[in-house]
């Protein structure tokens, strides 16, 4: 089997040294970053991924949260932007201005997730990613949050999923790709599936199988061991991701390898 679209990553030896290289040493050239997520009962995902991208370097950050929260976030987020909250205590339809200026404002948006389970905040959340044109990342609970419309995901150009292995399978169950996936198949196996997802759709997908982390974009994929999968659950790895993306625009994939190496 011809594997020449398979790329094998060391965990402190990264692929594509230019990448770090190029990162901006002036926080003016460093990009802005929009992280959305948190509801009444949660914003750790928020806090965790506001402190990971301003300790890689990003420029601008600024954070929507649901004003509920307005008392309880913690002082070191000095950036956030509060919108209206609904009755379950997540981003209510009337927030739309608010995500709305975030999106006039940054170069990439961060969807961390911890938003509630909300059938008014999916909603929200889907006809922003409808309207959106800049760099999204999409992870944790934030992924279950608009399963809905998975085909909307998938087919976004500038678009990057940092999901586990059980979202991935139904994202291609959504799609009705003719794949099945299975916690007991092969690396090889999955190496292939996202080579030809990715060759199909747009969007670039980072997950954690068999103690690999695999990230793959236009056919090509990048495997890195990897033994911290509480990163990825907490956020940070994803936080990571969209900042080294925000100083390689075009390099999602190269962007995301050379991320989960720093």
Known sequence: MDYTYWKKQSPDTPLFPDIEWNKPEQRGMAGKL????????????VAEAYSVAKN?????????????????????ITDALFAPTNPSGSLSKEAAPELHTIAAWAQGVLMIGDAGRSSETAILYEQFIQEYSGQLVVTRDAVDLVKNSAGLLIDRPHTLLVVSFAQLQKLFQSVYYPKVLTFSMQLT?????????????????????????????????????????MAIWRGDTAAKIASYWLWNPGKPLEAAATAITA
């Open 34 to 45: 929009g992280i959305l997520g948190g509801n009444k009962l949660g914003f750790a995902g």
């Open 189 to 229: 196996n999955l190496v292939e599936a996202l080579h030809k997802f990715t060759i199909t759709y747009p969007v670039a997908i980072a997950v954690l199988h068999r103690e690999q982390l695999l990230i793959a974009h236009e056919g090509e994929v990048v495997t890195t061991p990897w033994e911290s999968p």
């Open 56 to 76: 890689a370097g990003v420029g601008e950050l600024r954070v929507v949260l649901p004003d509920i929260l307005r008392k309880t976030i913690p002082a070191a």
